[in-house]
C-alpha cells in the first residue's frame, strides 16, 4: 500500500516562502507575502520538512485519512 498525506496552510500563513523553497517534491507554492499554495498533494512523501520549519506552524501534514481507515 502506498500512503498520501494531506497538506494543510493554515490561514495565519504570511508567506514566508520557507515551504515551497524547502519542500523537495514541489508540493507547495507561492508568491511572497501571499498564503502558500498546496499545488500537488499526491506528490507529498510525508518528510514534514514544511511543518516543522515553518515559524508560524502554518502547515499541518497528516496521513491520508482514507489510508487510516484502509490501514485499520
Ligand atoms: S513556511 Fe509557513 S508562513 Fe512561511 S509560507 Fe510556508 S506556511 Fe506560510
Ligand atoms: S511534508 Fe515534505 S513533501 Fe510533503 S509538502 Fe511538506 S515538505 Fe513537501
Not at 514566508?16 to 498564503?35: H, M, N, Q
Given at each position: 500500500?502506498v500512503?498520501?498525506?494531506?497538506?494543510?496552510?493554515?490561514?495565519?500563513?504570511?508567506?514566508c516562502?520557507?515551504?515551497?523553497?524547502?519542500?523537495?517534491?514541489?508540493?507547495?507554492?507561492?508568491?511572497?507575502?501571499?498564503?502558500?499554495?498546496?499545488?500537488?498533494?499526491?506528490?507529498?512523501?510525508?518528510?514534514?520538512?514544511?511543518?516543522?520549519?515553518?515559524?508560524?506552524?502554518?502547515?499541518?501534514?497528516?496521513?491520508?485519512?482514507?489510508?487510516?481507515?484502509?490501514?485499520s
Amino acid at each position: 500500500m502506498v500512503i498520501t498525506f494531506r497538506v494543510m496552510v493554515l490561514d495565519n500563513c504570511i508567506g514566508c516562502g520557507i515551504c515551497w523553497a524547502i519542500c523537495p517534491k514541489g508540493v507547495l507554492i507561492g508568491k511572497l507575502r501571499a498564503k502558500a499554495v498546496v499545488a500537488s498533494e499526491e506528490q507529498c512523501m510525508g518528510c514534514f520538512s514544511c511543518q516543522y520549519n515553518c515559524p508560524f506552524n502554518a502547515i499541518i501534514v497528516k496521513v491520508n485519512p482514507k489510508e487510516v481507515k484502509r490501514l485499520s
